[in-house]
Structures are given as structure tokens and as C-alpha cells.
Nanobody, 113 residues
Framework: QVKLVESGGDLVQAGGSLRLSCAFS??????MGWYRQAPGKQREWVAR???????NYADPVKGRFTISRDNAKNTVYLQMNSLKLEDTAVYYC?????????WGKGTLVTVSS
């Protein structure tokens, strides 16, 4: 059973930065991604990184967010810079492996003015 635990969510002022972490069990995955769900909205994809290290980003976060991984720590990160009020959401980590999807429980990011 793959387990994912997100951390790093916090209250931050607009323009500030945060780094989210997603620690996962095991070491092999097809890809991992970050999603977010703002109050009253559907969950949306934010960024992903493949097992080979390729990365992709949703348009609203391009140039501001960076997804990366530390293989030695079995952790994927989301560095978030120039945060905006609309980045406020619960951020979830997802791991895709051999046709199965695994989710963490999320970490709350609140951006204040």
C-alpha cells in the first residue's frame, strides 16, 4: 500500500513563498503530481513530474511554481513563489503507479493580502 503525506502548508502573505513536501512510501512511480482544491471549487491539477524527471505545469502556476523530487528521501516538493490570493487551497499529492492512483490527505495553503 502506497502512502503519501503532505506537509508545508501555512498562512502566507501575497507575494511570499512556501515549499510543500510529499513524502511517499516505496521508490518507483510512473508520475507524481500536485493538485489543489479551493473552497467551493473542483480539484485542479497544478504540476507533475514523471519517473524520468520531466515536469509539466498548469498555466496559472507556470513560472511561479516548481516541482522537484529527492530520490534519497522519497519526497516530492512543490516550491511556490510569488503566491497570489487565488492560490489559496488545499494541496494534494498524487502518485500514479502501474495503473493505480494514490492520494495524500492534503495540506492547507492560505494566502492573505
Amino acid at each position: 500500500q502506497v502512502k503519501l503525506v503532505e506537509s508545508g502548508g501555512d498562512l502566507v502573505q501575497a507575494g511570499g513563498s512556501l515549499r510543500l513536501s510529499c513524502a511517499f512510501s516505496g521508490s518507483i512511480f510512473n508520475w507524481m503530481g500536485w493538485y489543489r482544491q479551493a473552497p467551493g471549487k473542483q480539484r485542479e491539477w497544478v504540476a507533475r513530474i514523471t519517473g524520468g524527471g520531466s515536469t509539466n505545469y498548469a498555466d496559472p502556476v507556470k513560472g511561479r511554481f516548481t516541482i522537484s523530487r529527492d530520490n534519497a528521501k522519497n519526497t516530492v516538493y512543490l516550491q511556490m513563489n510569488s503566491l497570489k490570493l487565488e492560490d489559496t487551497a488545499v494541496y494534494y499529492c498524487k502518485l500514479a503507479q502501474n495503473g493505480m492512483d494514490y492520494w495524500g490527505k492534503g495540506t492547507l495553503v492560505t494566502v492573505s493580502s
